[in-house]
């Protein structure tokens, strides 16, 4: 797991206000409804890109969640909750499916690193390609996979999404189907034991299970539609250290920025909540290794 430096560019900095200075209160940035947020992030992304007409209704057979409906702000969780959990479930149930899409970049390494927003993108049976940002539809005339987001509409939608985070030599469509890091306390014990970081949270916390279960040091994750070669773990006590490395750099990832979990108090629970549960995560995980990793995590 890669070591981030400490000015990070988040997810939710296509959100404006996060990153500013930490003594206007969130409030104060955003407002005081639970509209707030989305109003200021959908404002932000028309100052940065011409006007596009987009989709008010979603098309049918695409799915009705991740990044294809709106996102309530105090949902929203920076260590476990965000961006990028949107991008994967959206893109997993409609490879399930069988509809092209997959997920929009902004910059960045999405693979191996929860940093910068993620969107979806999708093409309609009818032939038009449209991007989802936070319950927005950007669409256009096109029907390549992975779409064009480097000229004409395409692009302004890709800029509309990512707002103050494009860029064109980075911002990209990655391949349909294919997910970026799947962000949580599972995410650890998944890169500990020499899984994808892309694996989905359901089939992570189902490889863990089955290793407390069975008590296998190995446990194979079957093929499924965004993971079509499958995955094989390994729980060994000697990678405890590994997965309590992550928790604390996960733990650490985001402090200093309160804004991103809406409130102060908020964000200071979910970051204790996230070190509880990545640490109880890691030794279900990785047993039988002592205590003196253990007592690193702190």
């Known amino acids: 797991m890669q070591v981030l430096t400490a000015v990070l560019v988040l997810c939710l900095m296509a959100f404006p206000g996060v990153g500013q200075s930490q003594e206007n209160s969130f409030e104060q940035l955003n407002g005081l409804d639970a509209g ?3 109003r200021k992030a959908r404002t932000s992304a028309g100052e940065q890109a011409p006007a596009v007409n987009g989709a008010a209704v979603p098309p049918a057979g695409l799915p009705a969640t ?12 920076i260590w476990s909750l965000n961006c990028h959990t949107e991008a ?9 499916r069988g509809i092209p899409a997959g997920i929009l970049v902004c910059q960045g390494n999405p693979e191996t690193s929860p940093q910068f927003h993620t969107a979806n993108w999708a093409i309609e049976s009818s032939g038009r390609t449209c991007i989802y940002n936070w319950g927005e539809a950007c669409c256009w005339e096109a029907s390549a996979s992975p779409p064009d987001i480097n000229t004409g509409p395409g692009q302004k939608c890709a800029q ?18 294919k997910l970026v890091e799947s962000p949580g306390p599972q995410v650890c014990a998944v890169g500990a034991a020499g899984g994808p970081l892309t694996l989905l949270p359901g089939m992570a916390i189902s490889a863990v299970s089955e290793r407390l279960r069975t008590g296998a040091e190995s446990v194979r994750v079957p093929p499924y539609p965004s993971l079509p070669e499958g995955a094989v773990m390994t729980f060994t006590p000697d990678r405890l250290s590994a997965c309590l490395d992550c928790c604390s750099q996960r733990a650490n990832l985001w402090s200093g920025l309160p804004a991103a979990s809406v409130t102060p108090n908020l964000a200071n629970g979910r970051e204790a909540q996230f070190r509880m549960q990545c640490l109880s995560v890691c030794r279900n995980a990785f047993t039988s290794a002592g205590t003196d990793a253990l007592r690193r995590f702190k």
């Open 88 to 96: 994967n479930f959206f893109t997993a149930v409609a490879s399930a």
């Open 36 to 38: 707030g947020l989305l």
């Open 66 to 77: 991740g990044h294809n409906t709106t996102f309530h702000p105090s949902a929203y969780n």
């Open 160 to 177: 509309a999404a990512c707002a103050a985070q494009y860029d064109p030599n980075q911002t990209r469509a990655m391949p349909s189907g």
